[in-house]
């Protein structure tokens, strides 16, 4: 035992260190090799996250074409706070991205995957934490048709009975027609580290082949999907899937979405339930509406919270505040708050790719913590004032 492990007897000096933040933990592992073998381990990493308090922290992602690169950055949402970015905020990216920017399949735990697949060609996988700038490649799916397809991924977590992490990827093989159905399935798993087909599963639901996004909420990943019906109607739904379990359900929309084409339907997160937004596209801009499920599973639940005109290039929403108002990105590549209470539009200064913008809570985290790491540790604590 080293003289710093002395002052303190070993359970109250792990009390102490699972109160600390991500970057004082970070520092501390260069302390001895006993506090680096502690905070480092599998059991205090799980029972650091399980302690770690959920705060109003918004990762910030956007991409500025004429410079070629993506910016991403921590926001500490408080309520009577402006919407602001600096250089403070700005979290280092070191990912070269083939064409564009990368996807953001999803963030969970602090760990946020990228998906380099414009076009629909799958490039590279990345699970980065951007708190303790560590990251693992994935390999690249078994599942890799030369005829003509689409995927779909999913991304979370398997947490607290295997503290796992897990990717799900359907494809969907086209045909003169359409699709074909069931896709194959594969599922990606951080502790095994490899790919594994699954069988069986009979899969009808359609998939949208470029917009597709996901929300992950209780344990299951969640897809806007939707069926071709009698006489050529659609009808749209929610497609979940378990990360513990493995399996595929269903969430029914309401009757105001369940007949509207899935192009004009995004899933997100509102605070702690899924939302639905709704777009009516006009020439003059149209408008939104954002549905939110209250109780998660019940039909009944789901209220429409917002109805929005898009006014002034308003275009997609990609976010909300702590405080109530809403973030759209514009057809003039801007991002912009809108309350809609009050009506009130500001325009906050921070341009980017108009799809490229992404916004969703984050809370630090010390998985990955033996991944690969992107600098130093010297450069790493040197820069460690960026989670002030």
């Known amino acids: 035992m080293t003289d710093s492990d002395s ?8 009390e102490i260190l699972l109160r600390l933040p991500v970057k004082s933990l970070i520092r501390f592992t260069v302390v001895s ?3 680096h073998s502690l905070i480092t381990s599998f059991s205090f990493i799980s029972t650091h996250l399980a302690q770690t308090p959920h705060t109003n922290t918004l990762l910030v992602r956007r991409y500025v074409h004429t410079r070629n690169k993506e910016h991403y950055a921590l926001f500490q949402d408080r309520k009577n706070r402006p919407f602001f970015l600096d250089f403070s905020s700005e979290l280092y990216f070191p990912f070269n991205c083939h064409f564009g920017y990368f996807r953001v399949v999803g963030s969970c735990n602090g760990i946020v995957c990228l998906s380099d697949d414009l076009f629909g060609e799958l490039r590279s996988l990345i699970l980065w934490n951007p708190s303790i700038q560590k990251f693992i ?3 690249l799916p078994s599942i ?3 005829s003509p397809h689409m995927f779909v991924l999913g991304f979370g977590a398997d947490l607290p009975e295997k503290d796992d992490y897990k990717l799900v990827r359907l494809v969907y093989h086209k045909n003169a027609h359409g699709y074909n159905f069931p896709p194959e399935i594969e599922i990606y798993s951080i502790n095994t580290g490899v790919w594994r087909r699954v069988i069986g599963v009979e899969i009808r639901h359609h998939m949208l082949e470029f ?3 996901q929300a992950f909420l209780n344990g299951a990943v969640h897809w806007i999907a939707f069926d071709v019906v009698a006489n050529g109607g659609i009808r749209s739904l929610i497609m979940s899937f378990s990360i513990a379990d493995e399996v595929f359900g269903e969430i029914m929309l309401p009757d105001a979405l369940v007949g509207e084409i899935a192009t004009e339907l995004s899933i997100m997160l509102f605070e702690e339930s899924l939302a639905v937004v ?3 596209r006009e020439i003059d801009g149209g408008s939104c509406e954002v549905w939110v499920m209250k109780h998660y599973g019940v039909l009944e639940s789901w209220s429409r919270l917002y109805r929005i005109n898009l006014v002034a290039d308003m275009e997609k929403v990609v976010g909300f505040r702590s405080n109530g108002e809403v973030l759209f990105s514009t057809k003039s590549s801007e991002l912009v ?5 009050s009506g009130h539009k500001m325009d906050l200064g921070i341009h980017g790719s108009s799809r490229s913008f992404y916004i969703q809570n984050y809370m630090e985290s010390l998985i990955l913590l033996k991944g690969n790491s992107i600098i130093s540790d010297g450069f790493l604590e040197g820069i460690g004032s960026l989670w002030n």
């Open 7 to 14: 002052y303190f007897p070993p359970d109250l000096l792990i």
């Open 33 to 35: 090799k006993s506090w």
């Open 137 to 139: 490649t994935l390999p």
């Open 144 to 146: 890799r048709p030369q």
């Open 211 to 213: 917009m597709w996004s």
């Open 278 to 280: 709704k777009y009516e």
């Open 337 to 341: 708050s809108y309350d809609p209470n």
